[in-house]
């Protein structure tokens, strides 16, 4: 894992300055603090922070190919390296390291942008070419590592992390209204769009290939289903068949993503799935195997038990960090400095505090579980929707939406009543052939924050409706798909990439640099689990089916059949500290500030403070309206006002 950055001043034709790339790659240096270097060639510069993992030795970057005529930064891995270096010398490449970076040159030899389909990995990287004079941009096909770009000053300048594209005092520093929006209403903007108007996320599974005439985006790989009445039968294959190769391909997953030349660790939350991970690393490497984890002070949202159950059957070498709304809050201002954008849940922060944890333990590796409730359907939105068209075909029934409270038994006594299960699960309830269904509800709870933008926001977002530009970015075959298809493709296609591998994942990880990798999203186990019949995935209120099936053996029985908890961190607490954390909170949401940012309403404001301080318990769109307007906030005065605060 690294940073990496770069100038192309293409049009103006302008050397590159050795001071604006080296700004650029010193702004990013906590990617990777082990080394760094630059390479210039005229007008165009690379530049690179290197986590060393590979080839402690010899992997330094920017690396060129043998006769220097490629170059490349690149940030990531390639877990199949191995295999494909094997093939490269029997066809006669050659090597002077034993990096997998060196093999992205040599593979680009052979197929040009098309290499990309050979890797079976996570990754970002720069390659100039300097026989075309063409740069190639190219991001992994899941969007777990990052890349942005912006074309500004006769020339277009790219980097893992937004904050090295503003070291250029030229850059305008401009909020995207429609991004917030997209932010308010999803959790994340729709990609290419980012908080800042005029800078680009480069989507998962995509090539920008750009010349001194064009810039061609290429979409090399996309996540698809099978018709819904292909889906719906099994092959002829049974339950247990399924499992088998799932775990088959998983535990190989599992086995190239241990590839390292350092310690590797895995995060155990004492779920299902970074309990599997865990095991199957256990298998692997043996006895004393590192594992970490977060425990909460507040009951409601602590697992240690479950991870003492599972640290007890692997014998692994266990150490878990305590988080507190106290430290929680504190630390908000510094995640979102790394997350670059308003976040609606304080639940990257523990993340973050984790990954502080293993760093300063000496892990620069963790493997984790994310990816699982997206691609096996473990998430309770997928089975809430079963309940939901169950319930739509007699919408009159008083019991049917009492099937929702097995669902969300943390729901507070007065979510629980009929009334509010019907007045929040039942609207567009019988529209069942909504592309939206399942989402529908989360997105209500979501779409009144927008009451809380000031006039100017307020003016440049009306009469936009976020929910159908998303409908734009579907594919066309998605309404043949099974309903249960269509969910997961909504989580796995853009809130995975759009929040939880970024503004989770990423960058609270990186905050630190530590590298996660995340076998579940190895692209041969997503595009096997998107042929799992949905019966099998969803066994009547039973989520992961078949992944239960496959692992009964390797986990405590608690654990394999233990309900799904979602992770959850405290929001309310972490805002209303006595000290650091509830100042802040104060200053953020401060008349002055709210007037400075111009980007929300005093007086809406007003009454959500006064609200939170007052109830001890805020409902979902309460904490996640506050949560909201605080990070805006902290974001607004860290990227815009200059002022880092971090």
Not at 391 to 400: D, E, F
Not at 522 to 541: C, M, Q, S
Request: aromatic share 10%; glycine share 8%; proline share 6%.
């Amino acid at each position: 894992m690294c940073g990496i950055a770069g100038i192309w001043n293409r049009d103006s034709r302008e050397p590159v300055a050795p001071s604006s790339l080296r700004a650029m790659v010193a702004s990013i240096a906590h990617r990777g603090p082990d080394d760094d270097g630059v390479f210039l060639d005229g007008d165009l510069g690379l530049g690179h922070d290197r986590l060393s993992i590979i080839d402690l030795n010899s992997g330094q970057q920017p690396m060129s190919n043998v006769d220097g005529t490629t170059w490349i930064v690149f940030n990531g891995e390639i877990f199949n390296y191995v295999e494909l270096r094997a093939e490269l010398v029997a066809r006669g490449h050659r090597f002077r390291t034993t990096s997998d970076t060196e093999v992205i040159l040599n593979l680009y030899e052979e197929r040009g942008a098309d290499c990309v389909s050979s890797f079976n990995g996570q990754f970002a990287f720069a390659l100039w070419d300097t026989r075309t004079r063409s740069l190639l941009l190219a991001r992994d096909r899941l969007g777990v590592r990052p890349l942005f770009y912006t074309w500004h000053g006769g020339g277009i300048r790219f980097a893992s992390e937004i904050k090295a594209l503003l070291t250029d005092p030229t850059l305008p520093r401009r909020v995207d209204p429609i991004a917030l929006d997209q932010i308010f209403t999803f959790w994340f903007p729709i990609a290419p769009r980012t908080g800042f108007e005029g800078i680009e996320e480069l989507p998962p599974g995509t090539t920008l290939t750009i010349t001194s005439e064009s810039q061609t985006p290429r979409r090399y790989w996309s996540l698809r289903y099978p018709a819904a009445g292909e889906a719906n039968g099994t092959g002829g294959r049974s339950s247990r068949e399924y499992a088998e190769e799932l775990m088959s391909l998983l535990s190989d997953a599992v086995r190239i993503r241990l590839r390292a030349d350092v310690p590797v660790a895995s995060y155990l939350s004492g779920g299902l799935d970074s309990s599997v991970i865990s095991a199957l690393c256990h298998k692997q490497l043996g006895g004393g195997f590192n594992t970490f984890s977060i425990e909460f002070e507040a009951a409601a949202f602590d697992e240690a038990s479950f991870q003492s159950s599972v640290v007890k059957r692997l014998g692994t070498r266990h150490r878990a960090f305590r988080c507190s709304g106290k430290s929680i809050g504190e630390a908000l201002p510094r995640a979102v400095y790394h997350a670059e954008r308003p976040l609606l849940r304080s639940a990257p922060v523990p993340m973050m505090l984790l990954a502080k944890g293993v760093h300063e333990a000496g892990i620069k590796v963790v493997l984790t579980g994310e990816g699982a409730d997206e691609i096996l359907a473990g998430y309770d939105i997928f089975k809430e929707a079963k309940v939901r068209r169950f319930w739509a075909r007699y919408p009159q029934s008083t019991w049917r939406p009492r099937l929702l409270e097995r669902l969300y038994p943390y729901l507070s006594d007065l979510q629980r009543t009929s009334g509010y299960l019907r007045a929040f699960f039942g609207q567009g309830l019988e529209d069942t052939g909504d592309p939206f269904y399942s989402h529908r509800p989360r997105w209500r709870v979501s779409a009144p924050l927008r009451m809380l933008y000031g006039p100017a926001i307020r003016e440049r977002v009306a009469g936009y409706d976020a929910i159908a530009d998303l409908r734009d970015q579907l594919p066309a075959e998605f309404s043949a798909w099974h309903p249960l298809s269509q969910a997961q493709y909504l989580e796995a296609a853009f809130l995975l990439p759009g929040y939880l591998l970024s503004s989770q994942g990423d960058r609270m990880a990186m905050a630190h640099a530590v590298e996660g990798r995340y076998p579940f999203l190895d692209h041969r186990v997503v595009e096997f689990a998107a042929t799992i019949p949905p019966n099998l995935k969803i066994r009547g209120l039973r989520e992961k089916h078949v992944l239960r099936e496959g692992v009964r053996e390797i986990l405590p029985e608690a654990i394999v059949d233990r309900a799904k908890q979602p992770y959850r961190a405290p929001d309310q607490d972490a805002l209303f500290q006595e000290g650091a954390a509830g100042e802040l909170t104060r200053a953020a949401l401060s008349p002055l500030a709210l007037s400075g940012s111009g980007l929300f309403q005093p007086n809406s404001i007003r009454g959500l403070m006064e609200k939170g301080a007052r109830q001890p318990s805020l409902g979902v769109r309460d904490n996640m309206a506050l949560i909201g307007a605080v990070t805006t906030q902290l974001w607004h005065k860290q990227f815009f006002q200059n002022e880092e605060g971090a």
